[in-house]
């Protein structure tokens, strides 16, 4: 997923500015993939450290090899991955800002 480059957000649309604005201030996300083993595909969830990259503002994970998720991407590159706000006492959980990358 790319951002616009961070030196020029004087036009930046609101959502894009909320998106980068998420991402720049949580460092967990929740990586979705997909478990093929023992003969069934069933979803897999865990929460694992990201970072932008660059300016370009693109995202990287940090698996470990041992780590099941990383077996799971190797065998099927479809994944999910959301990030979300943390909660405050005075917001409803469902209104949380969260984003999500759709193919």
Sequence with gaps: ???QPIHDMTHEPRL??????????RRVAALGTLDATQHKTRAFVS????A??????CLVIDVS??????HN???NPQV????????????P???????WKVP
């Design 1 to 3: 997923m790319l951002l």
């Design 47 to 50: 929460m694992v450290p990201f």
């Design 16 to 25: 894009t500015r909320a998106l980068r604005e998420l991402l720049c201030t």
């Design 93 to 99: 959980v469902h209104a949380l800002p969260r984003g």
């Design 65 to 70: 090899s041992l780590a099941a998720h990383t």
């Design 73 to 75: 991407l190797i065998a």
């Design 52 to 57: 932008l990259l660059g300016i370009e503002g």
């Design 80 to 91: 999910s991955l959301m990030v979300m706000a943390a909660e405050a006492d005075d917001t």
